[in-house]
Nanobody
Framework: QVRPVESGGGLVQAGDSMRLSCAAS????????MGWFRQAPGKEREFVAA????????DYEDSVKGRFTISRDNAKNTVYLQMNSLKPGSPAVYYC????????????????WGQGTEVTVST
């Protein structure tokens, strides 16, 4: 079992960068795939990126490819989401989630979720 806790959100200007962190308790963190999802007000929560038990196994939603990078540091039980060239829009809460082994885009496949961290990109 892992318990994700997100951090690093806040207000940033369009075009700037921001790095989100997700620290997860649990001895078996390295065996979990980790995903990032986001939810804007009035919208469904959507997949952003995921990283597998094997760090080179990653997946990105099309709109963030080339701008966002997901990575993990198993020694620190932490996964990161580096977000570059951020685009203006509604605030969104970014959630970190964990599931055993393989990456997955479907949020229903993730067993453990954090409380989220809000990101607002201003013009």
């Amino acid at each position: 079992q892992v318990r994700p806790v997100e951090s690093g959100g806040g207000l940033v200007q369009a075009g700037d960068s921001m790095r989100l962190s997700c620290a997860a308790s649990g001895r078996l963190f390295s065996t979990y795939a980790m995903g990032w999802f986001r939810q804007a007000p009035g919208k469904e929560r959507e997949f952003v990126a995921a990283i597998g038990e094997i760090p080179r196994d990653t997946d990105y939603e099309d709109s963030v490819k080339g701008r966002f990078t997901i990575s993990r540091d198993n020694a620190k039980n932490t996964v990161y989401l580096q977000m570059n060239s951020l685009k203006p829009g509604s605030p969104a809460v970014y959630y970190c989630a964990a599931r055993p082994k393989e990456i997955e885009r479907q949020q229903g496949q993730y067993n453990y979720w954090g409380q989220g961290t809000e990101v607002t990109v201003s013009t």
